[in-house]
């Protein structure tokens, strides 16, 4: 079966910088498009970014200019790169495909953005 793993969560000030890793047990990441995605507390989980196989990329106006979702095909790993954050950005983060297979939903990686 397919896992995606994320990792690189973390405490970080407002304006700080995270980089997010997703990676995708056999070569699942590296064929399909993928996305990451959020969940804040008490909020529904949220699209957040989307990257295609050939690296068209696009992303919720709330992030634009702010993040940068990124992949390795030989890797099959996706990254979020997260600059300017801002406590809003609170959440679990979560990668998936694009569109979403619902069993493929991994644990998440819990981001903070406090003072």
């Known amino acids: 079966q397919v896992q995606l793993v994320e990792s690189g969560g973390g405490l970080v000030q407002p304006g700080g910088s995270l980089r997010l890793s997703c990676a995708a047990s056999g070569s699942i990441g590296g064929i399909y498009s993928m996305g990451w995605y959020r969940q804040a507390p008490g909020k529904q989980r949220e699209w957040v970014a989307f990257i295609s196989h050939g690296g068209i990329t696009n992303y919720v106006d709330a992030v634009k200019g702010r993040f940068t979702i990124s992949r390795d095909n030989l890797k099959n790993t996706v990254w979020l790169q997260m600059n300017s954050l801002k406590p809003e950005d609170t959440a679990v983060y979560y990668c998936?495909?694009?569109?979403?297979?619902?069993?493929?939903w991994g644990q998440g990686t819990q981001v903070t953005v406090s003072s």
């Open positions: 998936n495909t694009y569109p979403i297979r619902p069993a493929y």
